[in-house]
């Protein structure tokens, strides 16, 4: 595997990185033990202090952390802050609330005496983190593991090695101990090693079901606990009493943020039959807003895909969507020219279950959208699908929302608003969209040792 950083604007190389040696490797993972070893005797207080300085580190240096975002995979400068942004907000979240997570939970009602939950840590984390959200990806697998005490070792996605680095460099400039968080541009083979060495126990991954399935099934036969967010066909429902203007224009950007490479972007509209044609005429003119151009450049609205193989591979899929028999009703399926990773919009129709990427992610600014009779219509197209990661519904009765959250099989509903991820609250999929959650204290407690001691 090589790490190379390439800009998808306009194909040009950046940099070659030079992958790590086994020798190098055995370095690492020594020094993640030693960290581990100090970490379950120090004070907590000690790296929530920590924490909060390498918030400062991204707050105090935005332009710089962001700038590697836009050359690195495309991501619109705007967008890149606010990332960097959120990367910082994740930290200090933990840093605000570690301690509070970490206190013993009594349990008093036992048939004899009583018990103490205690949480501690266990020991090496590798996380293996994508390329769509470089930094907020990571924090959010560091920044609970380091109140634990758990080192990090990240593999990272082979088309944001700056990204990656940066990262470190940020713990570096934060003051982290040695062994705390260490970056590694590692190989296949080199992954199976470290999940199969006894200092490693678990492994965190956020990517595609593929990615998912490999490392999953080399965690489990080495008995390490693992976590996999992986992709997603999210639903956004738009029922019959909804402003349509505001509807439309919060389902575009739910859409086309980040090049729609996110992996709860809304990648399904579902339209309640009654305002479908009036939505999709809303829906159509907030589109035509979004215009391909440089990332670096404020004014750009839609950036380019991650890379050239992203490009190749969703026109592809694309390419089958339309011979399966869906229509196009907005946009021009022809691919984008040049030497970069530029793809135009698109809003399909008619994808039957019996279309060959019906079940498939399409990562990128491409959707879908049905109309629905009635609610339970709508809850029977969002569930007909092996993923299950998100969804938003809008609506002006909340209750009504509710009741079709509460039928739709996923990780979680937004209701009136654009899903993404925060800090107080866990994130995580079911089905094929992965297992295990992220962040609030249930992500805490994935890699912790919770441990009851009875009196």
Known sequence: MSYTAVNPYNGQKIRDFDNITDQ???????????????????????RTKLLNKLADEFEKNTEKYARIL?????????EAGQEVAKTSSFARYYAKNGVKFMQPKPYNDLPNGQAQVEFSGTGIVLAVEPWNFPYTQVMRMFAPNFILGNPVILKHASIVPEAALAFQEACENAGMPEGAFTNIFADYDQINHIIADPRVQGVALTGSENAGRKIASVAGQNLKK???ELGGTDIFVVLDDVDVPVAAKDATKARLTNAGQVCTAAKRYIVSAKIYPEFLKALKEEFAKYQLGDPLNEKTTLAPLSSKSAQQQLQDQVDKVIAGGAEILYGDPTPVPGEGAGFSPLILTGMSDDNPMYEEELFGPVAQIYQAQTDDEIVKIANNSRHGLGGAIYTKDIARGRKIASQIETGQVTINSILSSQAEVPFGGVKDSGY??????????????IKPVMY
């Open 226 to 228: 693992s976590t996999m």
């Open 70 to 78: 836009s050359t690195n995979m495309g991501k619109l400068l705007t």
């Open 436 to 449: 295990g959650r992220e962040l609030s204290d249930w992500g805490i407690y994935e890699f912790a040792n």
């Open 24 to 46: 190098q490797l055995s370095i690492v993972l020594d020094k993640a033990q030693a960290f581990y070893d100090k970490s379950q005797k120090q004070d907590i207080q000690e």
